[in-house]
């Protein structure tokens, strides 16, 4: 079963616009973790925040987590064509050893 | 560079015949995975291994099985394919560094058809 769940499930915007993806999940976790897959692709790893962190940003991601809400989220600032891909989260605890759960999926489309 | 491949990229076969699919990876890394990619599912975990000989059975394991002998590989093998098996299959790998920095780093994908 899913334990993140990705919310919207398709976004489309314009280039230069902001992009906002929300993940929410069930148990308690280690880390969390955001990955993007190009269409035809594997996934790729994009950021990891760690359970007693709030914010991380890399680039023109930044990542928040609510460990009191189950959630994170995931914003691409100044979106350009080439960020068109699937944003999945993936979450790590203790139950799960090494092993991550990832989500459904946000599929994401920036028009020029 | 240190990378992760997945052979064959495309496989179609017929209902009934064993299918393997073939993981390499020169990362060095300990943990390995297999999963399947289908539409409104996200990936699911098929199989896995923590070290060489050690497997263990992930949230779909029903139908197929891995092996592993070495710690570069970690074929899939689907004993009798169905056509629920149809499905984008990915292989990953991690470091063992704790629980806190398990990044997976993931092959490129096998397209199985099974008809």
């Known amino acids: 079963s899913q334990q993140g769940e990705e919310d919207p499930q398709a976004l489309s915007i314009q280039e230069g616009e902001n992009a906002t993806m929300n993940c929410s999940y069930k148990?308690?976790?280690?880390?969390l973790q955001w990955y993007r897959q190009n269409s035809g692709r594997g996934l790729v790893h994009l950021i990891l925040?760690?359970?007693?962190?709030r914010e991380k940003h890399s680039g023109r991601l930044r990542v928040t987590l609510d460990t009191s809400k189950k959630s994170s989220s995931l914003l691409i600032t100044a979106s350009r064509a080439a960020d068109t891909a699937s944003y999945f989260c993936a979450t790590g605890g203790l139950e799960y050893g090494n092993k991550l759960v990832f989500g459904a999926g946000t599929i994401l489309r920036v028009k020029s | 560079d240190a990378e992760i491949t997945q052979s064959p990229r495309h496989k179609i076969t017929e209902t009934g015949r064993q299918v393997t699919l073939a993981c390499h990876q020169t990362?060095?890394?300990?943990?390995m995975f297999w999963y399947r990619q289908d539409l409104g599912h996200g990936l699911r975990l098929i199989h896995y291994?923590?070290?060489?000989?050690?497997?263990n059975k992930g949230e779909v394991s029903d139908g197929y099985s891995v092996s592993r002998s070495n710690t570069e590989d970690l074929p899939l093998t689907l004993e009798s394919a169905a056509s629920s098996q149809t499905s984008v299959y990915f292989c990953?790998?991690?470091?063992?560094?704790?629980?806190?920095?398990?990044?997976?780093?993931f092959g490129p994908g096998t397209r199985l058809t099974v008809l």
């Open positions: 148990t308690s976790i280690n880390n």
């Open positions: 990362w060095n890394h300990n943990n």
């Open positions: 925040i760690r359970s007693n962190e």
């Open positions: 990953a790998s991690s470091a063992t560094g704790g629980i806190s920095s398990n990044e997976q780093f």
């Open positions: 291994s923590y070290g060489v000989q050690d497997t």
